[in-house]
């Protein structure tokens, strides 16, 4: 007896039976709650961060209020008091599961009430889902788009922007394999004019030539201060195109403008772009692509170079085998598959005097011709070396001898009706062993047509080659590659992007 414990015993009564049943009652009617009403009432907490595991994290919580239970003892109401009771906790129930509160986001919580499982955020797809984390700290959701994977490929050079609409199209100046040149003013400095090149980045890309673009971006931007070459402004993308704005030089192509030139207007012209080779070369940067259409005249009819798509970095005595220019332009080492360095431009500049000064481009398909011969000579020479036949060897040597007495019959006939300095200085540039050709603004110096005649851009520049032309009597022509409908439609081709 000492250890049992006192037990404590009810006595059951009517009076209190009843109460049981009153207390029951409710119990009961809350048990049977549909089901979707407890799913409502379940309460979701979200935490969701912004940021990587090593940063603190913003965190924001959704959470649903349960109704308040019912209370442990009732008290002795009748039936309808307690259904008016239970009909006020349910619309309480619904008022609370409509709020939608916004707490401070410097505490780093959300408070955020649902009443439909279907928009719960679990529920949501994942654009959603990512629109919502993305928080960072700020009062409102911040959606990262995609960003283009072109976009990536040329973010070391081209930043992404969008300067179009802060120019005004005027017409189209030039169309390549990869784009257009249009010609563009600044809407708030009508007097500001540029040259815009658009290249299509899907073009580039098939073509593996992004490479090629980053360093012609590179190279006019490195040599762009140089008075002989087209200065680069600016250079962007969008999602279709790459932008490079250069300063615009009016009087457009070379040979557009001024059809025959006098031998004075030459040494000028000849020496301008002999300066603007020179600087390229010792800046470790071979051109490859000297024609007249990459040659310029500015408001004075001074030249400027353009066009540094087939440009590469090459330092001085080296050598490289791409195969690459226009063929009319390409010198015979370039033809032949053999390596070659920094005399190719010297050669093109050979063609370009020859075609001022003869109005006629060199044979060099001649020329090969002739190389071939040569070597087939050569090959046959060797084959009867040890056989008995001594004139047929003789022959051949012949044969070879007369090709190389007379190495420049790829020159048109007019060059030799030209002056002393003329002939002399295409048989300089136009040599074709490349060791023997001038590679310098030096050697240029020493040739008879610049005898007494000081080769620097401060000196060309006091010069006015208007006063040459006029004095020369030479005729200046208003030449427009496009019309007007052509330049329209390349204009409404470019917006439409």
């Excluded at 049992?4 to 009843?18: A, D, F, I, L």
């Excluded at 019309?483 to 390349?490: I, K, R």
Aim: proline fraction near 4%.
């Amino acid at each position: 007896m000492g250890n049992s414990q006192p037990r404590h015993e009810s006595r059951r009564t009517p009076q209190g039976t009843q109460e049981a049943a009153e207390l029951s009652e409710p119990l009961e009617q809350q048990q049977q709650q549909p089901e979707e009403q407890q799913r409502q009432q379940a309460t979701s907490s979200i935490t969701f961060g912004c940021g990587g595991s090593s940063t603190r994290r913003s965190q924001a919580q959704i959470h649903t209020q349960s109704p308040p239970a019912a209370p442990a003892v009732a008290d002795s109401q009748p039936a309808a008091a307690e259904a008016q009771q239970q009909q006020s906790h349910q619309q309480q129930q619904q008022q609370q599961l409509s709020t939608w509160s916004l707490g401070s986001l410097g505490g780093g919580r959300l408070t955020w009430s649902f009443s439909a499982a279907r928009n719960s955020f679990r529920h949501r797809n994942k654009a959603t889902r990512k629109s919502l984390t993305s928080l960072h700290g700020s009062r409102r959701s911040k959606t990262q788009w995609h960003r283009p994977l072109t976009n990536s490929i040329f973010n070391s050079h081209f930043k992404e922007s969008s300067r179009n609409e802060q120019f005004r199209l005027e017409h189209l100046v030039a169309k390549g394999a990869f784009g257009v040149v249009f010609k563009v003013c600044d809407k708030t400095d009508s007097s500001a004019c540029y040259a815009l090149k658009v290249l299509k980045k899907s073009k580039l890309i098939e073509d593996n030539s992004v490479r090629q673009i980053k360093d012609e971006a590179d190279i006019q931007k490195v040599c762009g201060h140089h008075p002989f070459i087209v200065k680069q402004i600016d250079l962007w993308q969008n999602r279709h195109n790459l932008h490079i704005l250069s300063e615009y030089v009016p009087n457009g192509e070379l040979f557009s403008k001024i059809g025959h030139f006098s031998i004075d207007l030459v040494r000028l012209y000849i020496g301008e772009i002999a300066l603007a080779l020179d600087f390229l070369h010792n800046a470790g940067i071979i051109y490859r692509d000297a024609k007249p259409e990459n040659i310029l005249l500015t408001h004075q009819f001074h030249v400027k170079l353009t066009d540094f798509g087939l440009s590469k970095w090459l330092k001085l005595g080296a050598n490289t085998r791409t195969m690459c220019g226009t063929f009319k332009y390409m010198a015979p080492e370039i033809l032949c598959g053999e390596p070659y360095g920094h005399a190719v431009d010297w050669w093109a500049l050979g063609v370009i005097a020859c075609q001022m000064l003869t109005q006629k481009s060199p044979n060099i398909k001649r020329h090969l011709m002739m190389r071939r011969r040569q070597e087939s000579v050569s090959q046959e020479e060797e084959r009867l070396s040890n056989a008995p036949s001594i004139a047929q060897i003789n022959g051949c040597l012949q044969d070879s001898d007369d090709g190389d007495s007379n190495s420049d019959d790829f020159l048109p006939d007019a060059v030799h009706s030209l002056s002393h300095e003329g002939q002399d200085v295409l048989r300089q540039l136009l040599a074709i062993e490349p060791r023997q050709r001038i590679r310098s603004v030096m050697a240029l110096q020493r040739i008879a047509l610049y005898k007494g005649y000081k080769l620097s851009a401060k000196r060309l520049l006091g010069l006015s080659p208007r006063d040459i032309i006029a004095r020369d009597g030479i005729r200046v022509y208003e030449y427009s590659q496009f019309d007007q409908a052509t330049s329209q439609c390349a204009i409404k081709a470019f917006q439409n992007f």
